[in-house]
Nanobody, 122 residues
Framework: QVQLAESGGGLVQAGGSLRLSCTAS????????MGWFRQTPGKEREFVAA????????VYADSVKGRFTISRDTAKNIMLLQMNSLKPEDTAVYYC???????????????WGQGTQVTVSS
């Protein structure tokens, strides 16, 4: 089974920055596209960003374009989400995901991490 583990969440003021990380096995990173979703209470999970399995293509939700950057540290098998210019509406539980289908707008996810809380104060 694919196991994903997120970390790096916390409390930050609006306009600040935060970096999330996701760890997984070497096999996972070599097999699946990877990305991030987020969810707030009473709301469906929202796609945030994704990185192709080859690491050469990225996809971002319109709401985070220009502010978030997804990347991968291949040596450490860690996926990163650098979040800059954070807004209160970015507050959510962020989930690391893995899937087999990546489009220009979305990552079809089969596996999910447990989530890490990001809270942005106004």
């Amino acid at each position: 089974q694919v196991q994903l583990a997120e970390s790096g969440g916390g409390l930050v003021q609006a306009g600040g920055s935060l970096r999330l990380s996701c760890t997984a096995s070497r096999w996972t990173f070599a097999t699946f596209h990877m990305g991030w979703f987020r969810q707030t209470p009473g709301k469906e999970r929202e796609f945030v960003a994704a990185l192709s399995v080859a690491g050469d293509d990225t996809v971002y939700a319109d709401s985070v374009k220009g502010r978030f950057t997804i990347s991968r540290d291949t040596a450490k098998n860690i996926m990163l989400l650098q979040m800059n210019s954070l807004k209160p509406e970015d507050t959510a539980v962020y989930y690391c995901v893995a899937g087999q289908v990546l489009t220009a707008l979305y990552l079809e996810s089969k596996y999910w991490g447990q989530g890490t809380q990001v809270t942005v104060s106004s």
